[in-house]
């Protein structure tokens, strides 16, 4: 769905529930109005234990529409076939005016992913001035962008995800779950 289609879908229906696949950190750094966090991996964790108690819509969000493309197959494959993506992710919604809340937390997936391959990549090529094997490590980042961007994964990303502030804390996992699958779910989490 594109961002005129969600934000009708949320004025016609306000039951609409916009699931945020993003990290904790970048859901708090921004994210849109109403919004709830349920975490890609948080997902992946849990998949064998979601079923949706409701037949609410499902807007999945992300910030380009990858990672939201990959929860609602990963939805449908548990049964909850009501879920569609934001074409565009939040850039989209952005990039349309749609209003979006802003707060402090970490960089954007993209971006950490941007720094780790520019760091290996200018690490391997500095320092095989000195120790000539290492440019190798340029062409292992270089073959990896490659294959992320040709299978439309990204190993890095999912590599990242694991760091401590890139988490979901288990003890909120439930409710987070809870806000895609519960009847009722407990009032945005985002506002």
Not at 63 to 75: C, P
Request: net charge neutral; proline share 7%; charged share 20%.
């Amino acid at each position: 769905m594109d961002t005129p289609a969600v934000r009708e879908l949320t004025g016609t229906n306000p039951r609409t529930r916009l699931i945020d696949v993003r990290t904790p950190g970048e859901f708090t750094t921004e994210h849109i109005p109403g919004s709830h966090n349920v975490p890609l991996d948080l997902l992946r964790e849990h998949s064998s234990e979601l079923a949706a108690a409701h037949e609410d819509p499902v807007v999945l969000v992300c910030a380009s529409g990858n990672r939201a493309e990959q929860a609602r197959e990963l939805l449908e494959s548990a049964g909850l076939t009501q879920a569609r993506v934001l074409r565009g992710g939040l850039g989209g919604w952005q990039g349309h005016g749609a209003p979006v809340e802003h707060g402090s937390g970490t960089w954007s997936m993209e971006r950490q992913v941007r720094l780790v391959a520019g760091s290996l990549v200018l690490l391997g090529v500095v320092g095989s001035a000195v120790f000539r094997p290492l440019k190798w490590l340029a062409g292992f980042v270089g073959a990896g962008l490659t294959f992320a961007a040709v299978s439309n994964t990204c190993a890095m990303a999912r590599l990242l995800e694991l760091l401590p502030h890139n988490r979901t804390p288990r003890n909120e996992a439930p409710e987070l779950l809870g806000t895609l699958t519960d009847r009722h779910p407990p009032r945005s989490s985002g506002s």
